[in-house]
């Protein structure tokens, strides 16, 4: 090799991603009794952005490179290239530029890997990256006009724009997925978030929301509204299915409608030994897939196959998942695909988004966060996954590897 193809092969080479820290506000209920009724999305997001650059004082707000912010429903105040409205209201510099992005459910899993490879080639050194979702000021599918084609050619079944039918046909397809196991999840989801509350395991990278409802006095928010840490199998069994009659999927084993922010903090390796930034975690691989709209909740399947693929690894290696619960039944066809127990202590250790809301677009840095969290607390983990299912039948996997795992670093 020429010396010339040597600086260009140097010039090539992918550098390390790090997710340096990571933060979210309390989630809250859609609607008039929630929370954050009466707030603006941005305003949350703001939220997020300012906490980071608070927790990290030692990152110069100027070397921030870009601000990616998701958002599903990209009007009113979740619209106006979010990322640039949020980057200029947290108080960062001019210079700083900002997009939006949406693939709705997996939007803040899409912010992080595409800035994650923007690091990756060289184009940015520090981003933050992100997701909102006001699902109180934006419901889902508000102003929607689905192309009629998608009915007309039979590209996709008019259920399948009904994520709630999607689960139930994932309930017809899988008929070993009860609704009995599907509650039974649901209510470990409830008790698991529980738990990791009362050990102080969420507090740490929750944002405090001073909010004020419409006609009522301000109040400070620092849990999450949406868990029902008291819910029994019996409680569940009580409640209507609406997407079917005599149906399986209820309020009580699917996510809520939520309102909230996430944003998360990434470098390459050596912009955060350059900065003195600690690591808590390195990215390995990502990937996304598409499936049959019409049954949505199975694209972590896929896309967890091509993302282990990609890092050279296999299931057995996954120490910890965080798999966003959308639907009970989601999550159940995962780990039944993959040979793993629903009550394996490997999955989603602080419970899901059943217990602590699904804010659509946020939520992906919710995962990342937890799994972060859990790393520093269990060495012995070298490899973890963030996955998640996504409108429209598609699924995304982001591996990451632990810093704290003595062969951090060494080849899979």
Known sequence: ??????????????????????????????????????????????????????????????????????????????????????????????????????????????AVTSTAGGIAFGAYDVVIAGGVEH?????????????????????VDPQALNMGNTAEHLHDRFPQITKERADRYAVASQQKLAAAYAAEQIQPDLVPVAARRPGEGWKFHVADEPPRPGT????????????????????????????????ALLTSAEAATELGLEPKMRMVSFAFAGVEPEVMGYGPVPATEKALAKAGLQISDIGLFEINEAFAVQVLSFLDYFGIDQDDPRINRYGGAIATGHPLASSGVRLMTQLARQFAEDHTVRYGITTMCIGLGMGGTVIWENPHHEDFGTKA
């Open 1 to 110: 090799m020429s010396t010339q193809d040597s600086k260009v092969h140097s010039t090539l080479d992918a550098r390390d991603v790090v997710f340096i820290d990571g933060v979210r506000t309390p989630f809250g209920k859609a609607g008039d009794k929630g929370i954050y009724h009466g707030m603006r999305a941005d305003d949350l997001a703001v939220k997020t952005v300012r906490e980071l650059l608070r927790r990290n004082p030692n990152l110069p707000a100027e070397r921030v490179d870009e601000v990616a912010i998701a958002a599903t429903t990209q009007t009113g105040d979740q619209g106006l290239t979010i990322g640039r409205t949020v980057g200029l209201l947290s108080g960062l510099p001019k210079s700083v530029p900002g997009y939006a992005i949406d693939r709705m459910c997996a939007g803040a899993m899409t």
């Open 135 to 155: 699902m109180g000021n934006h419901p889902m599918g508000a102003g929607a006009d689905p192309n009629p084609r998608f009915l007309a050619e039979k590209i």
């Open 232 to 263: 029994t199998l019996d409680d569940l069994a009580k409640l209507r299915t609406p997407f079917r009659a005599h149906g399986r999927v209820t309020a009580g084993n699917a996510a809520g409608l939520n309102d909230g922010a996430t944003a």
